[in-house]
């Protein structure tokens, strides 16, 4: 392997046969030149992605001890959710805590204002969110606030393959929040973020969002769906205006089979007095 280009003293450019690829490893710049060649045992990482050229860019704008920090929550992420993460991880993550951190020097915070519905919708990822902060405190003494945990968590829980992108995440969360708001005003509750019965709406109010995305719907007999509807008017009757709501300001169509689970779960969360 020969050296291309220097990105920083932990990151080359190397050519590998006919092929680019950033090759990552402590001081493996140290002492090198153009065409050098690139001991393998000092390659602790090796990138070969459809954007190489944006890591790049990154790695020569950003603190290495940055990067350095974000390969160390990726691999802990990895192991801990037992699964691989898109490759895309490498350049979006970093870059987020990379400009999260600087922010915090400044003296800039940003509130997200998700916080609460990350924390339950995505339990593995925020703990791992937490996990991070640790590691960035513990690493080079910046204290990152707990919005940042959820910032983190969702960059990951959309780099998990197979998952909808970032925008697509944050607007489904939104949509959420917007749900569980209009419902509190309308049944005039109070939130209280630990109560179980709280923590399964959010639950199924994501699942309902994705049957939509897909075109399927839970299917309540109309028998017992007319059992909801006289045994639980206040809360059917929030679930039909929650699904008026959603169509008229995001123009999703929550089905009536649908609403029977919604009610049932509003009348738990009632109950509760939430």
């Not at 000092?42 to 704008?61: A, D, G, P, T």
């Not at 939104?174 to 509750?189: A, K």
């Not at 709280?198 to 839970?218: M, N």
Request: glycine residues 4%; proline residues 1%; contains cysteine.
């Amino acid at each position: 392997m020969k050296l291309k280009k220097i990105l920083n003293n932990n990151a080359v450019l190397v050519i590998d046969g006919r092929q680019e690829k950033v090759a990552v490893g402590t001081g493996i710049a140290f002492g090198k030149r153009k065409n050098d060649v690139i001991e393998t045992y000092k390659i602790e990482k090796l990138f070969v992605m459809k954007e190489n050229e944006k890591l790049q860019q990154l790695l020569s704008r950003i603190a290495e001890e940055h990067f350095l920090i974000c390969e160390e929550i990726i691999t802990y992420a990895e192991e801990t959710l037992g699964t691989k993460l898109s490759e895309h991880v490498h350049v979006t993550l970093t870059d987020h805590v990379s400009f999260a951190i600087e922010r915090i020097e400044d003296g800039i915070y940003l509130q997200n204002k998700l916080l609460n519905e990350i924390k339950i919708l995505y339990p593995k990822e925020f703990s791992i969110g937490l996990w991070a902060l640790e590691c960035i405190k513990e690493k080079i003494h910046v204290t990152l606030p707990i919005d940042e945990a959820a910032f983190i968590a969702l960059h990951l829980h959309t780099m998990k393959l197979g998952e909808r992108e970032y925008a697509e995440t944050i607007l489904q969360t939104t949509i959420i929040q917007d749900m569980v708001h209009y419902i509190c005003t309308y049944l005039e509750l109070e939130i209280v973020e630990k109560d179980i019965s709280y923590q399964r709406l959010l639950t199924h109010l994501r699942f309902v969002l994705h049957r939509l995305s897909t075109k399927e719907h839970y299917s309540m007999d109309q028998e017992m769906l007319a059992m909801v509807k006289v045994k639980f008017p206040l809360a059917f009757s929030c679930a039909v205006e929650v699904k008026e709501h959603i169509l008229k300001k995001y123009d999703m169509d929550i089905p009536e089979s649908e609403l029977g689970y919604i009610a049932i779960h509003l009348e738990r969360l009632k109950n509760n007095k939430i």
